[in-house]
């Protein structure tokens, strides 16, 4: 199975953010939970799973981020993000080059994400005659 890209959504709501507001933070993915940004679980997930071959992050409005992360131990590409998800998941396949493999997107947000679940994922994903993919869960 060759490796794919994954994007992680990060985009943000804005400084009318409760839940930012609450955290005392700038961008959702950096709401702590257990101790550590909401986006460290991604990654971690990402960087762990051997079927991942890079991370592309779409970028909040404020920089918080992106300095929180630039220069630490996850080799991260960063675009901005767009006015919606939907729309930053266009804008993340369209920076790819032509011919590269299938991409995995992803929230900052999915806490209970693991390598586990990312090459069972992948795996059941490539075996199917499909354009898109969407993992879901019954609890």
């Given at each position: 199975?060759?490796?794919?890209?994954?994007?992680?959504?990060?985009?943000?709501?804005?400084?009318?953010?409760?839940?930012?507001?609450?955290?005392?933070?700038?961008?959702?993915?950096?709401?702590?939970?257990?101790?550590?940004?909401?986006?460290?679980?991604?990654?971690?997930?990402?960087?762990?799973?051997?079927?991942?071959?890079?991370?592309?992050?779409?970028?909040?409005?404020?920089?918080?981020?992106?300095?929180?992360?630039?220069?630490?131990?996850?080799?991260?590409?960063?675009?901005?993000?767009?006015?919606?998800?939907?729309?930053?998941?266009?804008?993340?396949?369209?920076?790819?080059?032509?011919?590269?493999?299938?991409?995995?997107?992803?929230?900052?947000?999915h806490v209970l994400l693991s390598p586990a679940i990312v090459e069972d994922f992948l795996a059941r994903a490539r075996g199917?005659?499909?354009?898109?993919?969407?993992?879901?869960?019954?609890?």
């Amino acid at each position: 199975m060759a490796a794919c890209p994954a994007v992680i959504l990060a985009g943000d709501r804005g400084p009318e953010d409760a839940l930012c507001r609450a955290a005392g933070v700038t961008c959702r993915a950096l709401v702590p939970v257990g101790g550590r940004p909401l986006i460290q679980g991604a990654l971690t997930a990402l960087a762990e799973a051997p079927n991942v071959s890079s991370t592309l992050v779409t970028e909040p409005r404020t920089p918080a981020l992106r300095q929180h992360y630039d220069g630490g131990p996850f080799a991260l590409d960063w675009i901005p993000s767009a006015e919606s998800p939907a729309a930053s998941v266009l804008a993340a396949l369209d920076a790819r080059p032509p011919g590269e493999p299938p991409v995995l997107v992803t929230p900052a947000d999915h806490v209970l994400l693991s390598p586990a679940i990312v090459e069972d994922f992948l795996a059941r994903a490539r075996g199917l005659d499909a354009d898109l993919v969407v993992g879901v869960t019954r609890a």
